[in-house]
């Protein structure tokens, strides 16, 4: 059974940074696609960045390109998101999803492991 548990969110004000961490545990880390994603009250969960099987490939929503940065650490079997310049509009809860297709795909649904999320509020 894949488990996947993120830390690392909290209250911040805009312009500051946090650093959030996903920690698997039950499948080899580079085996499948590590995405991040959020979800705002009232709104659909929403891709945030992804990492690729190798960590040789990442990808942004066009929302969060140049701010957040996606990591992996192989031997630690964690994944990271780094977010930099922080914005009221980056509030929600971020989860962290785990995905075995070969491809890589933004769309939640086909993600097959999700931690339980973590709060990310940015204050104005």
């Known amino acids: 059974q894949v488990q996947l548990v993120e830390s690392g969110g909290g209250l911040v004000q805009a312009g500051g940074s946090l650093r959030l961490s996903c920690a698997a545990s039950?499948?080899?880390?580079?085996?499948?696609?590590m995405g991040w994603f959020r979800q705002a009250p009232g709104k659909e969960r929403d891709f945030v960045a992804a990492?690729?099987?190798?960590?040789?490939?990442?990808y942004y929503a066009d929302s969060v390109k140049g701010r957040f940065t996606i990591s992996g650490d192989n031997a630690k079997n964690t994944v990271y998101l780094q977010m930099n310049s922080l914005k009221p509009e980056d509030t929600a809860v971020y989860y962290c999803?785990?995905?075995?297709?070969?491809?890589?795909?933004?769309?939640?649904?086909?993600?097959?492991?999700w931690g339980q999320g973590t709060q990310v509020t940015v204050s104005s």
């Open positions: 039950g499948h080899t880390f580079s085996s499948y696609t």
């Open positions: 999803a785990a995905d075995r297709g070969v491809l890589f795909t933004r769309t939640p649904w086909k993600y097959d492991y």
């Open positions: 990492i690729s099987r190798s960590g040789g490939s990442t």
